[in-house]
């Protein structure tokens, strides 16, 4: 029943996507976000749902009579060359014989980021496209909450099987990256009910990440709520919400929960802290000794005997940036970093656009929570291997789309910023949000 469910949605979304390109978009989110084929048992398990989504998408956007543009802002300049870097590092990389399999999802990846920027064009198609966000990553939330609250913590919670977020770990930065999206969808919402449903998606989601066990999305979160109180024009009643989050989990999470919460201290104690050191400084070695890195896949056994400290202490890269260092070098870390920084900024422009308009404020919301998944995704990504994972760079997009919408192609009807202002944004000295 399962797989019938998912081959019906996916195809009867076919004839919608050559009208608009922003479903294909969304649906290609909803499967490399949510991976709902990993839920079923037959023939839809392994059927490439995504790639016929992708190339009808890309169709639907070639016939399409409105202009596919795309914007050369920072970010999308960064991005492209990101993928050019990652591509000529791939030609020369220390273990051929692994390297295109992951070559070929990454591109994928930015092909289909590049995809989103040129079809999300109006405000409903990013409202949307940041509800497939929410939601796909929400499903696992109340999934994974409701499995830690009747087993009493006592289990990790997993991703689906065979997806890139079925490591505890892994979905634990998932969650922690979404739950900004997730609380979006609960501010943006009039409707008393979708507020609480959308509050309660949020609560569910932060017990699931929780009942992961990972302590990378303990800090991740940890930061991620702090910043989100900052950006809160509510500062009194978030913080006290947030101030309820710890009595909480510590009456709904066992001691060995703790325990291992604990352990973050007593690291050199620790068996998997110190292979993850090893590993940081085997990226540092390959970096070192190869301008372009080792390309995808070299955090191999055989580069680990070469490279590494301890020769047969391996390790995979357990951080966004060693995995890039690694993989691409200092050159390609660089990058890494210039593209989240740009983000950053492209945010900060948002919502300085929309400070004092009533009308922009689920943009200004959007922009803010956007900033905050950043936050969780660099501080939890920082002891986590998902430097190429869909979602955060989804939530990049979402960014160069509002700021396009907003600022440089606005809907008819709608002037554009003046450059004059823009400029003088950038200019008059004030820094990021």
């Known amino acids: ?57 890309l169709l639907a956007l070639l016939m399409s009579k409105r202009s596919a543009r795309l914007p050369m802002t920072p970010v999308t300049v960064v991005l492209i060359l990101f993928a050019c870097w990652m591509s000529l590092t791939s030609l020369f990389a220390l273990e051929p014989q692994f390297v295109w399999a992951e070559w070929n999802r990454v591109m994928k990846t930015c092909g289909m980021i590049l995809v ?46 065979g997806s890139y977020i079925t490591d505890n770990n892994a979905l ?18 009039t409707k008393r009910w979708l507020r609480l449903a959308f509050g309660g ?10 009942g992961s066990y990972s302590r990378g999305a303990l800090l991740g979160g940890a930061a991620m709520f702090f910043f989100l109180w900052i950006k809160s024009r509510q500062k009194v009643r978030v913080g006290l919400v947030l101030l309820l989050v710890v009595p909480l989990l510590g009456l709904l999470m066992p001691d060995q929960w703790f325990d291992r919460m604990q352990s973050i201290d007593n690291y050199q104690q620790d068996a998997s802290a110190m292979g993850r050191i090893n590993a940081w400084y085997f990226a540092f070695n390959v970096a070192k000794a190869n301008f372009l890195g080792g390309g995808f896949s070299t955090f191999s056994h055989a580069m680990f005997a070469i490279y590494a400290p301890e ?14 260092l690694g993989e691409h070098g200092f050159v390609g870390l660089f990058l890494f970093l210039l593209l989240m920084f740009c983000a950053w900024r492209t945010g900060s422009r948002i919502l300085r656009f929309c400070k004092n308009r009533p009308e922009l404020k689920w943009a200004s919301n959007l922009a803010a929570m956007c900033q905050v998944s950043i936050i969780g995704y660099a501080v939890g990504g920082a002891f986590l291997t998902l430097a190429y994972y869909d979602l955060y760079y989804y939530i990049v997009a979402l960014l160069v789309s509002l700021e396009r919408l907003l600022m440089l192609e606005p809907e008819p009807g709608k002037p554009a910023a003046a450059p004059t202002a823009l400029a003088g944004a950038g200019a008059n000295g004030e820094s990021a949000r």
């Not at 195809?11 to 479903?23: M, V």
């Not at 496209?129 to 289990?155: C, D, E």
């Not at 998932?174 to 900004?180: C, D, H, I, N």
């Not at 999206?181 to 501010?187: A, F």
């Open 1 to 57: 029943m399962r797989d019938v469910l998912v081959f019906l949605i996916v195809f009867g979304s076919l004839p919608f996507i050559f009208r608009r390109p922003a479903i294909g978009v969304m649906m290609f989110a909803w499967l490399s976000l949510m991976n709902p084929h990993r839920l079923t048992y037959g023939a839809a398990f392994d059927f490439p749902f995504a790639a016929i989504v992708s190339v009808v998408t």
């Open 201 to 210: 998606v949020a609560a569910l989601t932060v017990v699931a990440a929780a």
């Open 116 to 161: 989103a920027i040129l079809a999300l064009r109006t405000k409903g198609e990013i409202r949307a496209q940041a509800m497939v966000i929410g939601l796909s990553l929400g499903f696992y939330g109340i999934k994974g909450g409701v499995f830690t609250i009747t087993s009493g913590g006592g289990n990790h919670v997993y991703g689906p099987e």
């Open 311 to 324: 020769p047969f202490n391996h390790h995979a890269a357990h951080s966004i940036y060693f995995q890039v």
């Open 172 to 189: 634990a930065l998932a969650l922690v990256t979404a739950l900004p999206i997730i609380w979006y969808l609960h501010l943006d919402n």
